[in-house]
């Protein structure tokens, strides 16, 4: 069982900065591929970034394309977001997910873990 706790969310103004945080339990996090997703109210989850286990990334180039960054750190278990240049259409429910298996993917489907989400309101 892997337990994904995010963080970092918060309202911030347009054009500003955050950083999410995603604090994974278990031995064995570095071999996890791990995806950041979103969900706006009245829409489906989006896939917004994801890193393999042996760091290659892969971004939705269409909404968040050279604003924001993927990142991990194996030796504290984590998984961050780097957003910049955040827009109103920013905001939405923020969830981090585990692929045990190392892969990555842009489909909800192909990831085995979810945390619980974190808020991020960007406002104008």
């Known amino acids: 069982q892997v337990q994904l706790v995010e963080s970092g969310g918060k309202l911030v103004q347009a054009g500003g900065s955050l950083r999410l945080s995603c604090a994974a339990s278990g031995r064995t996090f570095s071999r996890y591929g791990m995806g950041w997703f979103r969900q706006a109210p009245g829409k489906e989850r989006e896939f917004v970034a994801a890193?393999?286990?042996?760091?290659?990334?892969?971004y939705n180039e269409d909404s968040v394309k050279g604003r924001f960054t993927i990142s991990r750190d194996n030796a504290k278990n984590t998984v961050y977001l780097q957003m910049n240049s955040l827009k109103l259409e920013d905001t939405a429910v923020y969830y981090c997910?585990?692929?045990?298996?190392?892969?990555?993917?842009?489909?909800?489907?192909?990831?085995?873990?979810w945390g619980q989400g974190t808020q991020v309101t960007v406002s104008s």
């Open positions: 890193i393999r286990w042996s760091g290659g990334t892969t």
């Open positions: 997910a585990a692929n045990v298996r190392g892969d990555t993917s842009e489909s909800v489907r192909d990831y085995d873990y």
